[in-house]
């Protein structure tokens, strides 16, 4: 077995590693120009950094929101009636109270959306 410099999590220096001289499936040993990189990170990293636009589902889910809370609003103004004593609302803010239920089913479309997207990337990238 020979000894290898290891550096620990966060680019610590963790001592050395004892290695068989031959790397495990997947890995690739360290070589001294590995060593000397700041962090010893031992995979390989993108040049580019992901930009911050939106992933597949996630207009769905905040539009979602906005009409679940909007429906959860009327159903607050629908039923306040009922604690104060006053005259009922017309009847059309109880189909607006609806609003919860329908905003609840985009946002859900949405999240389903974005697992099909992440099961999607996974299978194009483990190929």
Do not use: C
């Not at 039923?79 to 239920?101: D, H, N, Q, R, W």
């Not at 859900?108 to 299978?123: C, E, H, L, T």
């Amino acid at each position: 077995m020979r000894r290898q410099p290891y550096s620990g999590p966060g680019g610590r220096a963790g001592g050395t590693l004892l290695t068989s001289g031959t790397p495990l499936p997947g890995r690739t040993p360290l070589t001294s120009a590995d060593t000397s990189r700041a962090g010893n990170y031992p995979g390989r990293v993108r040049e580019e950094t992901p930009t911050n636009s939106p992933a597949a589902g996630e207009g769905l889910i905040r539009a979602g929101a906005i009409v679940f809370f909007v429906g959860a609003v009327a159903t607050l103004v629908t039923i306040a009636p009922l604690f104060l004593g006053t005259k009922p609302f017309p009847t059309y803010m109880f189909g607006l109270s609806m609003l919860m239920g329908v905003g609840f089913l985009i946002a859900g479309a949405g999240v389903f959306r974005s697992i099909a997207a992440g099961r999607r990337q996974a299978r194009g990238d483990s190929r």
